[in-house]
């Protein structure tokens, strides 16, 4: 490419040069995004406005002095200076610029990549992550400041609401990089930084192939990077007190730049919606010491007086979550997603109350107008209109460190101002100018006169275009004002945009979407003619025109409608999740008579007490008996019929999780725990309590040879997932042999590598491997330890922690396996390494190693009678269980699934019939035993005196299968009642039929504002113009 | 593609005609092709035991069992001097229990695709038979057997196709398939062309969900491709004199299923695709028996009034949505029950894809005691995996009670069949014992007998 840079270019003023330069050279492919400006002298005096200096600081009749980009003065009788241009306030409001807190905007968009660049690199060309020390998608150096560029189109449509100033960020990988807050003006990309970095950004969301692949992958990871940092810190130190004798620290662009972030704190943005998010991520950031600035926060009202009393800020996205428009209409939507749909909006009001600092996110939204909308909503849900503009400036500004240049109007600050006829996001708001940095803008008035419409274009709309390729789908959704004014988004594959210029004249629909290709804005004319419910036109891209029809499939909800109170309160709704999600009723203490308690406690004896008394006191046990006397005044709970054992375990089980259950990315994954990602609002929880369930094994899933850790949980529905923990039971990690680790069904993807281990050689090798390994760290760890002060120990490993506790005998080893040989293989290895093994985990072929593993000491848990779905199952047997029991081996009956752990009872029953055990014995394959292999014995597993009252009663025989469970106590407290289950659903079905009263009657009705039609998918609505790629490649040059 | 295709069959007809022979010779024949049924003359007795019959008030007698068939039931029997005797003196004698679905006999190992064969690869495939593919030395066959189930139906699934192929009726005994089958061709398996927004991606091996119309539309094509076989079946039902017509194995097999002949199972699960599956097999004549039936509670009145017979799958199953009760298909059966419905158990029913693996069959009755303990009175509940299934499926002159006439497949046990703790004592499969001896049992003794490793 020849150089075609001319020499004004260097001009600060002519910003929009080079873009027109590049036209010039590529033969005017068409017209520059930004027009070349001119530059007046930069004083300015608004005079005669009403100016609020703050929210809720107004001067009426004021001035506003602008000199060189800062504001010089603000007072009601000021001296114009004769240079400054005067624009006259009168009737108009002067408000401080608003702030986007976060934006990718002034960058190009990722998704806006040229489509040519060839086919997608493969994955073969991708690294093979061996672990965090390979630093996957970390780039903590990249700042958003370097990744500006001129132009960007997006920028406009911010400003012309009212928005001065946005941070950006970096996007891709789980540490992006630096967060920078750039004006919203017209000007080349340096001139716009306000200031960097602003924060340091944390990413959650996303997956990948290799470590980490999942969501406990992400967080395990987030935190060794932390580690690594805070290591580098003390490495530092060390290093400048006595450099004698150790190594210079050496330059780590990884690292570094997260360590400095956390020693000078700059805030962390860390991604988090719903409370048990927001509680990982504060404890993340008092565990490494950042400062959080929490992103997303929309369910933030349900930790708000928490967040009150923590450091921490929020950026609460006000993309509110709402209903899928492609969603099926007969899919029936949990209630805590309506009641969180409901909610949502009250956040930022609810933030504020509890005292916490809040800034606005427009998030995914297409655009300011869009953005507007969701903050009125919610100031509908009780934010006040100068709450609103404070968490829009200054508020913004504080969390941001700038609020010395930014976020009000005063003496000194940077000129970023709002000139408008009302509240920037009021609905018939007029903004007369704009000013960044002391540069005015002013939105173009729209000259041409049109004709008034003649037909009215608001509601949803599905349209077809025809493009070469075929038809695709999009839809629309208008509203058009009287005037002929028509906003509204048009949703595509590829996201959802907001319409541009849109009118109406006469039956002529006419507007605009813009996408960002590189540094050029691609603009699509949407021109339609309407007749009646549908629409018939065309749809252009330069100078491509592409047939478009459509037809209307619900018309726009009418004001009326919105203005109604609705028909549930937020009372109600609080109050059937109050049933829907916790304790059916706190008690602690009662006892219950007339029981047949299974009590399991003596594993030689038949132990059960006919027409026995069982009393709990503040949670525990304290006393059992036939001839127990109730003390006074303690609430009775008569079981006459009833059967009462301890309340179930099931020592494997996957539910409660976030995300997957496997980081199946490496064949070593101890780093990774399954306590990090525990969702403690999984409904399998609530229906394993209604099967007596009180305590549950959470494990990693079985892809590694070693897999992660643990999480034991009492089933406290109704708590977060700190309170779910059973406190004090022993950590424990997930080991798998055979089949699953190996990978013997499924290829990987093209261009992914298999994965080493691939036969059971590998398998106790990675196993070997690893301890060996973990032996040594422990080793030099200990040598440290030991060694005089200032030693230095090593960088701490979570890989290698956890297996170091291992070796300790601190952390348990539940190990799935199905094959006689490779269990013995295990318990080999597992001697020579000075470990025990815990649990076996299916163990499928125990029965026919029970002596051996007897004698290792190791707990089989396996399957009741599950056999013959895969090769390494086929010499499973129902026997398992009893003969095992038989030959000395402490055994449980375990789920696995979701389903089947709730009948364990049942499953337990199976070891009666297929071996004969006796009943005793049977019920402690559940109960007692479960408890004894997660050593949690000294606490439940059997009715004794001392123990926790987790209790299950039944209506009849604990191992019949025609018993049902009637109430389930965790601590004393009752968590599942079959009578309160019922009035439960009868609040859920209740609270649904008010929300949704159109469902009992004709489907067919289409005036309703829920009867929406739903809409075809949608496809790909603006092909990229024939010359996209020339463009590009122009770009680049 | 393979020749099991037919987008355009009517046409195909036509241009082939010149190619045609006398098939209709060779489908009569086919029809008449026989099963092959014990006939060895020997007479067994049933003694002392509480006989179950089903058909009556249980009372305490002998069931004489002479050629595979039962002779009498009663409490005064003269025993035939020659007579093998089953000493069921304090047991209980029940009809044998029938899975109403399973893939018994076609899958050994799930997942050893080579040991598989329930899927054949088309989209219409009416003239595959489940029977031409069971294994009759198939391990699962008496480990099933063991628990009390003396016959099944075994049936064909289909990936992602329509017309699955043809469910044979099994005992669980025989050294052929000849010997084992009951009916070779029981019913027609169809997957109904159903509305699914959530669906498997097997690239990410999870669900996801699609947009609703989208679903619609591929739901509405297969319903309109069905229509079209049956539309094409009936063309070449009528033209069956004809000298130019080709013959078509396909169309012959799904000519059976018209003017309400064959049965046809319409696998189907959401209420909407109950309900248009049952809107269509009445628009088209069809014997419909519903299997899987999720919600088939919501549309009890409907199945009750168009008496469609409904086979479920397992109710130890989780709800489909997070806000059902947690009970919610424990309960189905009682109340489809209680709404007039005729119900079936099975282990198999239940995916849109056909019946899954079958290593559970064993656990028919504690599938049907759970919906027991939520509502299904417990007789209704062992009628539904003994006499309903044979009423659903026609057999029941032959099976479904302990009656005079039918064939002795019968079990002795020490107590509540549905109970998990109750022992099948002894087997009878068209009037012989059987052992119940399995592989499982044998791996047990084996192993408890090992000497001491410690």
Same mark, same amino acid.
């Given at each position: 490419?020849?150089?075609?840079?001319?020499?004004?270019?260097?001009?600060?003023?002519?910003?929009?040069?080079?873009?027109?330069?590049?036209?010039?050279?590529?033969?005017?492919?068409?017209?520059?995004?930004?027009?070349?400006?001119?530059?007046?002298?930069?004083?300015?005096?608004?005079?005669?406005?009403?100016?609020?200096?703050?929210?809720?600081?107004?001067?009426?009749?004021?001035? *506003?002095?602008?000199?060189?980009?800062?504001?010089?003065?603000?007072?009601?009788?000021?001296?114009?200076?004769?240079?400054?241009?005067?624009?006259?306030?009168?009737?108009?409001?002067?408000?401080?610029?608003?702030?986007?807190?976060?934006?990718?905007?002034?960058?190009?968009?990722?998704?806006?990549?040229?489509?040519?660049?060839?086919?997608?690199?493969?994955?073969?060309?991708?690294?093979?992550?061996?672990?965090?020390?390979?630093?996957?998608?970390?780039?903590?150096?990249?700042?958003?400041?370097?990744?500006?560029?001129?132009?960007?189109?997006?920028?406009?449509?911010?400003?012309?609401?009212?928005?001065?100033?946005?941070?950006?960020?970096?996007?891709?990988?789980?540490?992006?990089?630096?967060?920078?807050?750039?004006?919203?003006?017209?000007?080349?990309?340096?001139?716009?930084?306000?200031?960097?970095?602003?924060?340091?950004?944390? *990413?959650?969301?996303?997956?990948?192939?290799?470590?980490?692949?999942?969501?406990?992958?992400?967080?395990?990871?987030?935190?060794?990077?932390?580690?690594?940092?805070?290591?580098?810190?003390?490495?530092?130190?060390?290093?400048?007190?006595?450099?004698?004798?150790?190594?210079?620290?050496?330059?780590?662009?990884?690292?570094?730049?997260?360590?400095?972030?956390?020693?000078?704190?700059?805030?962390?943005?860390?991604?988090?919606?719903?409370?048990?998010?927001?509680?990982?991520?504060?404890?993340?950031?008092?565990?490494?010491?950042?400062?959080?600035?929490?992103?997303?926060?929309?369910?933030?009202?349900?930790?708000?007086?928490?967040?009150?009393?923590?450091?921490?800020?929020?950026?609460?996205?006000?993309?509110?979550?709402?209903?899928?428009?492609?969603?099926?209409?007969?899919?029936?939507?949990?209630?805590?997603?309506?009641?969180?749909?409901?909610?949502?909006?009250?956040?930022?009001?609810?933030?504020?109350?509890?005292?916490?600092?809040?800034?606005?996110?427009?998030?995914?939204?297409?655009?300011?107008?869009?953005?507007?909308?969701?903050?009125?909503?919610?100031?509908?849900?009780?934010?006040?209109?100068?709450?609103?503009?404070?968490?829009?400036?200054?508020?913004?500004?504080?969390?941001?460190?700038?609020?010395?240049?930014?976020?009000?109007?005063?003496?000194?600050?940077?000129?970023?101002?709002?000139?408008?006829?009302?509240?920037?996001?009021?609905?018939?708001?007029?903004?007369?100018?704009?000013?960044?940095?002391?540069?005015?803008?002013?939105?173009?008035?729209?000259?041409?006169?049109?004709?008034?419409?003649?037909?009215?274009?608001?509601?949803?709309?599905?349209?077809?275009?025809?493009?070469?390729?075929?038809?695709?789908?999009?839809?629309?959704?208008?509203?058009?004002?009287?005037?002929?004014?028509?906003?509204?988004?048009?949703?595509?594959?590829?996201?959802?945009?907001?319409?541009?210029?849109?009118?109406?004249?006469?039956?002529?629909?006419?507007?605009?979407?813009?996408?960002?290709?590189?540094?050029?804005?691609?603009?699509?004319?949407?021109?339609?003619?309407?007749?009646?419910?549908?629409?018939?036109?065309?749809?252009?891209?330069?100078?491509?025109?592409?047939?478009?029809?459509?037809?209307?499939?619900?018309?726009?909800?009418?004001?009326?409608?919105?203005?109604?109170?609705?028909?549930?309160?937020?009372?109600?709704?609080?109050?059937?999740?109050?049933?829907?999600?916790?304790?059916?009723?706190?008690?602690?203490?009662?006892?219950?008579?007339?029981?047949?308690?299974?009590?399991?406690?003596?594993?030689?004896?038949?132990?059960?007490?006919?027409?026995?008394?069982?009393?709990?006191?503040?949670?525990?046990?304290?006393?059992?008996?036939?001839?127990?006397?109730?003390?006074?005044?303690?609430?009775?709970?008569?079981?006459?019929?009833?059967?009462?054992?301890?309340?179930?375990?099931?020592?494997?089980?996957?539910?409660?999780?976030?995300?997957?259950?496997?980081?199946?990315?490496?064949?070593?994954?101890?780093?990774?725990?399954?306590?990090?990602?525990?969702?403690?609002?999984?409904?399998?929880?609530?229906?394993?309590?209604?099967?007596?369930?009180?305590?549950?094994?959470?494990?990693?899933?079985?892809?590694?040879?070693?897999?992660?850790?643990?999480?034991?949980?009492?089933?406290?529905?109704?708590?977060?997932?700190?309170?779910?923990?059973?406190?004090?039971?022993?950590?424990?990690?997930?080991?798998?042999?055979?089949?699953?680790?190996?990978?013997?069904?499924?290829?990987?993807?093209?261009?992914?590598?298999?994965?080493?281990?691939?036969?059971?050689?590998?398998?106790?090798?990675?196993?070997?491997?690893?301890?060996?390994?973990?032996?040594?760290?422990?080793?030099?760890?200990?040598?440290?330890?030991?060694?005089?002060?200032?030693?230095?120990?090593?960088?701490?490993?979570?890989?290698?922690?956890?297996?170091?506790?291992?070796?300790?005998?601190?952390?348990?080893?539940?190990?799935?396996?199905?094959?006689?040989?490779?269990?013995?293989?295990?318990?080999?290895?597992?001697?020579?390494?000075?470990?025990?093994?815990?649990?076996?985990?299916?163990?499928?072929?125990?029965?026919?190693?029970?002596?051996?593993?007897?004698?290792?000491?190791?707990?089989?848990?396996?399957?009741?009678?599950?056999?013959?779905?895969?090769?390494?199952?086929?010499?499973?047997?129902?026997?398992?269980?009893?003969?095992?029991?038989?030959?000395?081996?402490?055994?449980?009956?375990?789920?696995?699934?979701?389903?089947?752990?709730?009948?364990?009872?049942?499953?337990?029953?199976?070891?009666?019939?297929?071996?004969?055990?006796?009943?005793?014995?049977?019920?402690?394959?559940?109960?007692?035993?479960?408890?004894?292999?997660?050593?949690?014995?000294?606490?439940?597993?059997?009715?004794?005196?001392?123990?926790?009252?987790?209790?299950?009663?039944?209506?009849?025989?604990?191992?019949?299968?025609?018993?049902?469970?009637?109430?389930?106590?965790?601590?004393?407290?009752?968590?599942?009642?079959?009578?309160?289950?019922?009035?439960?659903?009868?609040?859920?079905?209740?609270?649904?039929?008010?929300?949704?009263?159109?469902?009992?009657?004709?489907?067919?009705?289409?005036?309703?504002?829920?009867?929406?039609?739903?809409?075809?998918?949608?496809?790909?609505?603006?092909?990229?113009?024939?010359?996209?790629?020339?463009?590009?490649?122009?770009?680049?040059? | 593609?393979?020749?099991?295709?037919?987008?355009?069959?009517?046409?195909?007809?036509?241009?082939?005609?010149?190619?045609?022979?006398?098939?209709?010779?060779?489908?009569?024949?086919?029809?008449?092709? #026989?099963?092959?049924?014990?006939?060895?003359?020997?007479?067994?007795?049933?003694?002392?035991?509480?006989?179950?019959?089903?058909?009556?008030?249980?009372?305490?007698?002998?069931?004489?069992?002479?050629?595979?068939?039962?002779?009498?039931?009663?409490?005064?029997?003269?025993?035939?001097?020659?007579?093998?005797?089953?000493?069921?003196?304090?047991?209980?004698?029940?009809?044998?229990?029938?899975?109403?679905?399973?893939?018994?006999?076609?899958?050994?190992?799930?997942?050893?695709?080579?040991?598989?064969?329930?899927?054949?690869?088309?989209?219409?495939?009416?003239?595959?038979?489940?029977?031409?593919?069971?294994?009759?030395?198939?391990?699962?066959?008496?480990?099933?057997?063991?628990?009390?189930?003396?016959?099944?139906?075994?049936?064909?699934?289909?990936?992602?196709?329509?017309?699955?192929?043809?469910?044979?009726?099994?005992?669980?005994?025989?050294?052929?398939?000849?010997?084992?089958?009951?009916?070779?061709?029981?019913?027609?398996?169809?997957?109904?062309?159903?509305?699914?927004?959530?669906?498997?991606?097997?690239?990410?091996?999870?669900?996801?969900?699609?947009?609703?119309?989208?679903?619609?539309?591929?739901?509405?094509?297969?319903?309109?491709?069905?229509?079209?076989?049956?539309?094409?079946?009936?063309?070449?039902?009528?033209?069956?004199?004809?000298?130019?017509?080709?013959?078509?194995?396909?169309?012959?097999?799904?000519?059976?299923?018209?003017?309400?002949?064959?049965?046809?199972?319409?696998?189907?699960?959401?209420?909407?695709?109950?309900?248009?599956?049952?809107?269509?097999?009445?628009?088209?004549?069809?014997?419909?028996?519903?299997?899987?039936?999720?919600?088939?509670?919501?549309?009890?009145?409907?199945?009750?009034?168009?008496?469609?017979?409904?086979?479920?799958?397992?109710?130890?199953?989780?709800?489909?949505?997070?806000?059902?009760?947690?009970?919610?298909?424990?309960?189905?059966?009682?109340?489809?029950?209680?709404?007039?419905?005729?119900?079936?158990?099975?282990?198999?029913?239940?995916?849109?894809?056909?019946?899954?693996?079958?290593?559970?069959?064993?656990?028919?009755?504690?599938?049907?005691?759970? #919906?027991?303990?939520?509502?299904?009175?417990?007789?209704?509940?062992?009628?539904?995996?003994?006499?309903?299934?044979?009423?659903?499926?026609?057999?029941?002159?032959?099976?479904?009670?302990?009656?005079?006439?039918?064939?002795?497949?019968?079990?002795?046990?020490?107590?509540?069949?549905?109970?998990?703790?109750?022992?099948?004592?002894?087997?009878?499969?068209?009037?012989?014992?059987?052992?119940?001896?399995?592989?499982?049992?044998?791996?047990?003794?084996?192993?408890?007998?090992?000497?001491?490793?410690?």
């Amino acid at each position: 490419m020849p150089d075609l840079k001319l020499p004004s270019c260097t001009e600060r003023a002519w910003t929009g040069c080079r873009a027109a330069a590049l036209m010039v050279g590529i033969g005017m492919l068409s017209a520059p995004a930004i027009a070349q400006r001119p530059e007046p002298p930069p004083f300015y005096a608004i005079r005669d406005a009403q100016v609020v200096t703050a929210p809720g600081h107004v001067l009426e009749r004021a001035t *506003v002095l602008i000199a060189d980009g800062l504001i010089e003065a603000v007072g009601a009788d000021l001296e114009i200076p004769a240079d400054a241009w005067v624009i006259d306030g009168t009737g108009l409001v002067v408000y401080p610029g608003l702030i986007d807190a976060m934006t990718t905007l002034g960058q190009a968009p990722p998704e806006s990549g040229p489509p040519s660049a060839g086919p997608e690199r493969s994955g073969r060309d991708q690294p093979t992550i061996r672990g965090p020390e390979d630093r996957p998608q970390t780039t903590p150096w990249k700042s958003a400041a370097d990744l500006l560029i001129d132009d960007d189109g997006r920028i406009e449509s911010w400003r012309e609401a009212g928005f001065t100033a946005a941070v950006t960020v970096p996007e891709g990988g789980i540490f992006p990089g630096q967060a920078t807050l750039i004006h919203l003006g017209e000007s080349e990309k340096d001139e716009r930084v306000i200031a960097t970095p602003v924060a340091q950004r944390i *990413v959650l969301a996303g997956r990948s192939r290799t470590f980490p692949g999942s969501l406990m992958g992400r967080i395990s990871y987030i935190q060794q990077v932390l580690s690594d940092a805070q290591y580098s810190a003390q490495v530092r130190k060390l290093y400048e007190r006595s450099p004698v004798g150790r190594e210079r620290p050496l330059y780590d662009r990884a690292i570094d730049p997260i360590r400095e972030a956390v020693e000078v704190g700059v805030p962390f943005f860390l991604p988090a919606d719903h409370g048990h998010e927001i509680d990982r991520m504060l404890a993340i950031a008092e565990r490494w010491q950042l400062r959080p600035i929490l992103v997303g926060g929309q369910a933030a009202y349900a930790r708000a007086a928490m967040l009150g009393t923590s450091n921490a800020a929020v950026v609460v996205n006000l993309d509110w979550p709402e209903a899928d428009k492609n969603e099926d209409p007969d899919a029936d939507t949990p209630l805590p997603t309506l009641y969180h749909h409901r909610m949502a909006p009250s956040t930022p009001a609810a933030l504020l109350e509890a005292g916490v600092e809040i800034a606005f996110t427009s998030g995914e939204l297409s655009g300011p107008s869009m953005l507007f909308e969701k903050l009125r909503t919610a100031i509908d849900a009780g934010l006040s209109v100068d709450d609103a503009l404070e968490a829009l400036t200054l508020g913004a500004a504080r969390i941001l460190g700038v609020e010395d240049q930014l976020g009000s109007i005063a003496a000194g600050k940077i000129a970023n101002l709002v000139l408008a006829s009302a509240e920037p996001w009021a609905e018939d708001v007029e903004i007369k100018a704009v000013f960044v940095d002391g540069k005015k803008y002013e939105s173009r008035p729209d000259d041409e006169e049109s004709e008034p419409p003649s037909v009215n274009v608001s509601g949803s709309w599905a349209l077809e275009l025809t493009t070469p390729g075929g038809v695709r789908q999009l839809t629309a959704e208008l509203n058009m004002k009287d005037d002929g004014k028509v906003s509204g988004e048009i949703t595509s594959e590829r996201g959802t945009r907001a319409i541009k210029d849109g009118k109406v004249a006469d039956d002529m629909l006419t507007f605009k979407t813009q996408r960002t290709m590189g540094p050029r804005t691609v603009e699509a004319k949407y021109t339609l003619t309407v007749t009646g419910e549908t629409v018939d036109g065309s749809l252009s891209v330069g100078p491509r025109s592409m047939d478009l029809t459509g037809e209307r499939t619900a018309a726009a909800a009418s004001k009326e409608d919105e203005g109604e109170t609705p028909a549930v309160s937020n009372e109600d709704f609080e109050h059937a999740m109050s049933l829907y999600r916790g304790p059916v009723r706190r008690i602690g203490s009662f006892a219950i008579t007339n029981a047949r308690v299974y009590t399991v406690s003596d594993p030689t004896l038949d132990s059960t007490l006919t027409n026995a008394t069982v009393v709990v006191r503040d949670g525990k046990i304290a006393a059992l008996g036939q001839d127990i006397e109730v003390p006074a005044g303690l609430e009775v709970i008569d079981a006459a019929g009833g059967s009462l054992i301890p309340g179930i375990i099931d020592a494997h089980s996957h539910i409660a999780v976030d995300g997957a259950v496997n980081e199946s990315s490496l064949a070593v994954t101890s780093m990774v725990t399954i306590q990090d990602v525990i969702a403690p609002a999984d409904i399998a929880i609530y229906r394993a309590l209604a099967g007596g369930v009180t305590t549950i094994n959470v494990l990693h899933g079985s892809s590694n040879p070693i897999g992660g850790g643990n999480a034991v949980l009492k089933l406290r529905w109704g708590s977060d997932a700190d309170g779910l923990r059973f406190a004090g039971a022993p950590a424990g990690i997930k080991f798998a042999l055979g089949e699953n680790p190996k990978r013997s069904r499924g290829n990987p993807p093209p261009g992914v590598a298999r994965r080493y281990p691939a036969t059971r050689m590998g398998v106790m090798d990675v196993i070997r491997q690893a301890f060996t390994e973990a032996r040594e760290y422990a080793r030099v760890r200990q040598q440290a330890e030991q060694g005089p002060k200032g030693t230095l120990p090593p960088r701490p490993d979570f890989k290698l922690d956890r297996l170091a506790e291992i070796l300790a005998g601190e952390r348990l080893v539940h190990a799935h396996c199905y094959r006689a040989d490779e269990i013995l293989q295990l318990l080999q290895l597992a001697d020579e390494f000075g470990f025990r093994i815990s649990t076996l985990q299916h163990v499928l072929e125990g029965y026919k190693v029970a002596d051996e593993i007897a004698a290792h000491g190791a707990g089989a848990s396996t399957f009741s009678d599950w056999w013959g779905y895969k090769v390494e199952a086929y010499d499973a047997i129902p026997h398992n269980a009893a003969l095992m029991t038989e030959r000395g081996v402490l055994v449980s009956i375990n789920s696995d699934s979701g389903e089947e752990m709730r009948h364990l009872n049942q499953e337990a029953a199976k070891a009666i019939k297929w071996g004969g055990l006796d009943e005793n014995a049977a019920l402690r394959l559940v109960t007692l035993n479960p408890a004894i292999q997660l050593g949690i014995d000294d606490r439940v597993g059997s009715i004794e005196v001392g123990k926790d009252a987790d209790l299950t009663l039944y209506d009849g025989h604990p191992l019949s299968v025609y018993s049902i469970v009637q109430k389930t106590f965790i601590d004393g407290d009752l968590y599942f009642e079959l009578e309160a289950d019922r009035q439960r659903q009868t609040a859920i079905d209740d609270l649904k039929a008010k929300l949704h009263p159109s469902e009992d009657t004709d489907e067919k009705e289409s005036d309703g504002e829920d009867n929406s039609e739903p809409q075809t998918e949608t496809m790909d609505a603006e092909p990229p113009p024939p010359d996209a790629n020339l463009a590009q490649s122009e770009a680049r040059s | 593609m393979s020749s099991t295709h037919y987008p355009d069959f009517p046409a195909q007809i036509r241009h082939r005609g010149r190619l045609a022979w006398r098939w209709h010779v060779a489908l009569i024949a086919s029809l008449t092709l #026989a099963t092959a049924s014990i006939s060895d003359g020997q007479t067994l007795v049933i003694e002392g035991g509480t006989v179950h019959s089903l058909a009556g008030e249980p009372f305490v007698g002998h069931v004489l069992v002479v050629d595979g068939l039962i002779q009498e039931v009663s409490d005064s029997l003269t025993i035939p001097a020659d007579a093998i005797q089953v000493d069921a003196t304090g047991l209980h004698v029940y009809p044998g229990l029938f899975d109403a679905m399973t893939t018994l006999g076609l899958v050994e190992i799930s997942a050893v695709a080579a040991t598989s064969d329930t899927t054949e690869i088309g989209r219409f495939n009416p003239h595959l038979q489940a029977a031409s593919a069971v294994h009759p030395a198939s391990e699962v066959i008496p480990v099933t057997r063991a628990n009390g189930i003396t016959h099944a139906i075994s049936a064909p699934g289909t990936r992602d196709g329509i017309i699955a192929g043809q469910a044979a009726v099994l005992h669980l005994d025989g050294w052929t398939v000849d010997e084992m089958a009951i009916e070779r061709s029981a019913a027609m398996v169809v997957r109904w062309p159903d509305i699914a927004t959530r669906i498997f991606d097997r690239s990410t091996f999870s669900f996801r969900s699609r947009p609703f119309n989208e679903a619609k539309e591929e739901a509405e094509e297969g319903q309109g491709e069905l229509r079209d076989w049956l539309e094409a079946a009936r063309h070449y039902t009528q033209a069956a004199g004809s000298t130019r017509t080709e013959r078509s194995l396909e169309l012959e097999a799904l000519a059976r299923v018209l003017d309400r002949g064959q049965p046809v199972i319409f696998l189907a699960n959401a209420a909407r695709d109950i309900e248009s599956a049952v809107d269509f097999a009445e628009r088209e004549g069809l014997n419909m028996i519903l299997a899987g039936g999720r919600d088939a509670w919501k549309v009890k009145e409907l199945l009750a009034e168009k008496r469609i017979p409904v086979i479920l799958g397992r109710s130890q199953a989780l709800p489909a949505e997070d806000d059902d009760p947690y009970d919610r298909p424990f309960r189905n059966a009682g109340e489809l029950h209680a709404a007039g419905v005729k119900l079936a158990f099975s282990t198999g029913a239940g995916s849109r894809f056909g019946p899954g693996g079958p290593h559970s069959t064993r656990t028919l009755p504690y599938e049907t005691a759970m #919906a027991a303990a939520y509502g299904l009175p417990r007789e209704e509940a062992l009628k539904a995996i003994t006499l309903y299934p044979a009423e659903i499926f026609g057999l029941s002159d032959r099976l479904g009670t302990v009656e005079a006439g039918k064939i002795a497949n019968l079990i002795v046990t020490n107590g509540d069949p549905l109970e998990i703790t109750t022992q099948v004592r002894h087997l009878i499969i068209q009037g012989r014992e059987v052992e119940t001896a399995n592989r499982h049992r044998s791996l047990y003794e084996r192993y408890r007998t090992r000497p001491d490793a410690r």
